[in-house]
């Protein structure tokens, strides 16, 4: 059993900041990429960040040179800091992994997702 758990969501002002942080638990052989998901009021969730397991990165448009997504490979964990955010920034975050458990099944996890809400 591998489980995803999210934390650091929370209410801030325009242009403040978050970190977000992502624990993987569980029958853990070996994490790939890992990624940063959120899904807004009423839209489909889309893809936010991603990084791999060697640290590459890549961030879409909306969030770029504002958000940093970062890995600790020992601590099975995943970060999001999130700077300048905007009242558009609201949505629920997921954190989603490609993981293979220790029995050598390999699958994508998905967190229980964490809000983040920006006021204007």
Do not use: H
Not at 60 to 68: C, H, L, N
């Amino acid at each position: 059993q591998v489980q995803l758990v999210e934390s650091g969501g929370d209410l801030v002002q325009t242009g403040g900041s978050l970190r977000l942080s992502c624990a993987a638990s569980g029958r853990i052989g070996a994490i790939f990429a890992m990624a940063w998901y959120r899904q807004a009021p009423g839209k489909q969730r889309e893809l936010v960040a991603t990084i791999s397991s060697g640290g590459s990165t890549n961030y879409q448009e909306p969030v770029k040179d504002r958000f940093t997504i970062s890995r600790d490979n020992a601590r099975n964990m995943v970060f999001l800091q999130m700077n300048s955010l905007k009242p558009e920034d609201t949505a629920v975050y997921y954190c989603n992994a490609d993981i293979r458990s220790t029995n050598g099944f390999r699958n994508t996890y998905w967190g229980q997702g964490t809000q983040v809400t920006v006021s204007s």
